[in-house]
C-alpha cells in the first residue's frame, strides 16, 4: 500500500496570506490528524478528522481549520498566516482513529 | 493529562555499542505507546508500538522497547547502532478521548548521533 502522501512539500508565503495543505491517507484508512512541529513547541496536534467530522481540536487559534472528503482525504488551511506559522505540517491516517498513526513526510512551510 | 518526557536531548553513541533512549510517560489509564524516528527533512517513521499483552515489544531496524508500568517508562534499545540509525527519536502516548480516537502526544525527543 502507498503511504501518507502530503502536497506540496515545500511553500513559501508571506505574512497574511492564507495557505492551503493536503494530505491523502493511507488507503482504507478513515482518520486524518494533523500535527505541527517546529523547534519551539515540539510536535503539537492540531486536530483530527474522521468521516469528514471533525473530532478532536488541540490548544490553536480559529485561523487553523481542516475538512475531510468522502474519500478520506483532508485539507488544512491557515488564514492569516504569522511569522510563528512557519512550521513542519505533518498528517498522520489511521484505520478508525483509535489506533497506529502513520505519518506523510510533511508539508514545511516558511512564511517571511 | 498525558505527558511525555524524554531526559535527553542528545546522545553521542559509537557504531557497534548499545544503545538506550529513555521515555517517561504520565497518563491516568493504559497507555498506547509510541516510538517514532524521523531523519532530517522526513516524517516520522513508527519504530515499534505498545499496547497491551507481552511488555517487551519488538520494532523495526532491531530496536525494542520495554513498557515497565511501576516505574511509567517505555525505553527503547539497541543492542548494536548502526550509522544509518543517527536521526531525532520520538516517544509519544495516545490517549482515547471524547468522542472516539486518539491524539498522540510526544516527547521533545532525543537526537542520537553515531561515532564511526
Known amino acids: 500500500k502507498a503511504g501518507v502522501t502530503q502536497t506540496p512539500r515545500y511553500l513559501i508565503k508571506t505574512r497574511g496570506q492564507q495557505v492551503t495543505l493536503s494530505c491523502s491517507p493511507i488507503?482504507?484508512?478513515?482518520?486524518v490528524s494533523w500535527y505541527q512541529q517546529t523547534p519551539g513547541q515540539g510536535l503539537q496536534f492540531l486536530f483530527e478528522y474522521f468521516s469528514e467530522t471533525q473530532r478532536n481540536k488541540g490548544n490553536f487559534p480559529g485561523r487553523f481549520s481542516g475538512r475531510q472528503f468522502s474519500n478520506s482525504r483532508s485539507e488544512m488551511n491557515v488564514s492569516t498566516l504569522e511569522l510563528g506559522d512557519s512550521a513542519l505540517y505533518l498528517c498522520a491516517s489511521s484505520l478508525e482513529g483509535g489506533g497506529t498513526q502513520y505519518f506523510g513526510p510533511g508539508t514545511r512551510l516558511t512564511v517571511l | 493529562a498525558q505527558s511525555v518526557t524524554q531526559p535527553d536531548i542528545h546522545i553521542t553513541v559509537s557504531e557497534g555499542a548499545s544503545l538506550e533512549l529513555r521515555c517517561n510517560y504520565s497518563?491516568?489509564?493504559?497507555?498506547?505507546l509510541f516510538w517514532y524516528v524521523q531523519s532530517p527533512g522526513q516524517g516520522l517513521q513508527l519504530l515499534l508500538k505498545y499496547f497491551s499483552g507481552d511488555t517487551l515489544v519488538q520494532g523495526i531496524k532491531g530496536f525494542e522497547a520495554e513498557f515497565k508500568r511501576s516505574q511509567s517508562s517505555f525505553n527503547l534499545r539497541k543492542p548494536s547502532v548502526h550509522w544509518s540509525d543517527a536521526a531525532e527519536y520520538f516517544c509519544a502516548v495516545g490517549a482515547m478521548v471524547t468522542g472516539g480516537g486518539n491524539k498522540l502526544t510526544f516527547g521533545t525527543g532525543t537526537q542520537l548521533k553515531v561515532e564511526l
Open positions: 497518563y491516568g489509564a493504559t497507555p498506547y
Open positions: 488507503s482504507g484508512h478513515r482518520s
